[in-house]
């Protein structure tokens, strides 16, 4: 399939964009016009000002399409996601380890096959464009066709995507192992075909180290030096059971992070799911090698996995994500997933403002992804990936509106009460892929 062209188009509405965290740079991270114009050149962002001015200037045979009070902000990014999951999302009444047996496990075990898969592909981005989300990085199963059906359909919808085949050879159903040599060898031939082509990338997908014999991450390793731009995703620190478990496989390693140091898997693009219970040698450890820790706090909260913390993560300058991680999250909102952030930031008294949120999602994401440079902000030069936001969406959230006397109070109200029913329009390249 060709992909597709990107569009060229202006539009008119209140524009929002983050070009710096503003926990650290304050009033001084976002640019906010009230009545701005952002106009799209063959899917590339070319302009972005107030609409009187640039208007003036404008090729007249641009289409200008006026979306004023909507807010326009960078498309959103989920750095954690399960491609398989879609269908077992709200699974009663278990922690990590007993989840993944008896929900996660059966139901990965289908993705072997095209058609359940393709269908999954689809319908995982559409879902995820109707939530605002324009770029995520997914984990499929073990089964290369999973990824084939991912990379397929993102390649047909022009997204920027990755995505990664899971490799995985202990401590799962025979149905979903592979072994060190076969997943080494589908890696490499998925990079070959997959890797670089349009916006798609391919992350090495070790699942966690308690599904990986020591050859397997032997291999991994074996990867991630052979192909050194790749981003490498993986689970870290998760579930007290999880980290016992780990202890007892590894009896040598000093911490969970320390296994996945051995194998050359912690450094600038590795992307370590979760990371609630580390300690201060871990969180060093992965912020020194420039790795960066992906928040999932729905997932947290759901699977009683415990409270994120973003102040220690600050303090030891690990770079943070924030993350649906589905289906073990709960909502495909980011919105409504940076609401969940800020509620297990409350349970230990630290904070996080509706800017902050937001950065969080667009150009917060994009650095952990090594993509701050192309996707997260509304800037001249970047990918036209946009979400056109309507914080009056619903009746409850018009009456919350009318009470906001600042961008923050609104903003931080939108987060709180926001999901896709505030997505009113996504882009993918200029492209409208999703109207409300
Ligand atoms: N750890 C290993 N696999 C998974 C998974 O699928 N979901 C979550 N939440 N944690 C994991
Ligand atoms: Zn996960």
Redesign the pocket.
């Given at each position: 399939a060709a992909i597709p062209a990107g569009a060229s188009l202006a539009i008119r509405a209140r524009v929002l964009s983050y070009h710096a965290h503003p926990m650290r740079e304050g009033e001084g991270a976002h640019r906010y016009i009230e009545d701005g114009l952002v106009v799209v050149r063959d899917g590339v962002i070319e302009s972005v000002g107030e609409a009187p001015a640039l208007l003036a200037g404008l090729d007249p045979a641009l289409e200008v399409a006026d979306h004023r009070p909507l807010l326009l902000m960078a498309g959103f990014i989920d750095p954690h996601l399960?491609m398989p999951?879609t269908q077992v999302i709200g699974s009663y009444g278990t922690q990590?380890m007993e989840w993944?047996a008896r929900y996660?496990f059966p139901e990965e075990s289908r993705y072997g096959d095209p058609a359940v898969s393709d269908e999954a592909a689809r319908f995982l981005l559409a879902e995820l464009l109707r939530n605002g989300t324009t770029t995520a990085s997914a984990?499929c199963t073990s089964h290369p066709q999973s990824a084939e059906s991912l990379f397929a359909e993102g390649e047909r919808l022009g997204m920027r995507l990755v995505a990664g085949k899971v490799m995985m050879d202990r401590n799962a159903p025979p149905a979903l192992l592979d072994t060190p040599e076969r997943g080494f060898d589908e890696s490499n031939r998925l990079i070959e075909r997959w890797h670089g082509r349009g916006r798609l990338a391919f992350a090495i997908s070790p699942?966690?180290a308690p599904?990986s014999s020591e050859a397997q991450l032997e291999a991994a390793g074996q990867l991630a030096a052979d192909h050194p731009d790749l981003h490498i995703q993986t689970?870290l620190s998760?579930n007290h059971g999880?980290i016992a478990f780990v202890r007892e496989l590894f009896p040598w390693a000093e911490d969970y992070t320390a296994v996945y140091e051995r194998y050359g898997l912690v450094r600038p693009g590795a992307l370590f799911?979760?990371c609630i219970h580390l300690s201060e040698r871990e969180r060093g450890s992965l912020a020194e090698r420039g790795a960066s820790a992906i928040c999932?706090p729905t997932?947290n909260l759901f699977?009683g996995s415990g409270l994120f913390d973003r102040d220690a993560a600050l303090a030891a300058g690990l770079r943070t994500g924030l993350a649906t991680?589905i289906g073990?999250g709960t909502s495909y909102s980011l919105l409504a997933t940076a609401a969940e952030a800020y509620k297990v930031l409350a349970l230990r008294d630290q904070k996080l403002t509706g800017h902050a949120a937001l950065y969080m999602i667009t150009a917060g994401n994009a650095e952990a992804l090594g993509w701050g440079d192309r996707i997260g902000q509304v800037a001249p030069g970047f990918e036209a990936d946009l979400v056109l936001l309507d914080p009056g969406a619903t009746p409850a959230m018009r009456r919350r509106m009318e009470r906001a006397n600042s961008l923050e109070e609104e903003l931080f109200a939108l987060v709180t009460m926001g999901d896709d029913r505030a997505v009113a329009a996504t882009f993918v390249a200029g492209r409208l892929a999703h109207r409300r």
């Open positions: 399960h999951q990590l993944l996660t984990f699942r966690f599904t689970h998760e999880e799911g979760h999932c997932s699977l991680d073990g």
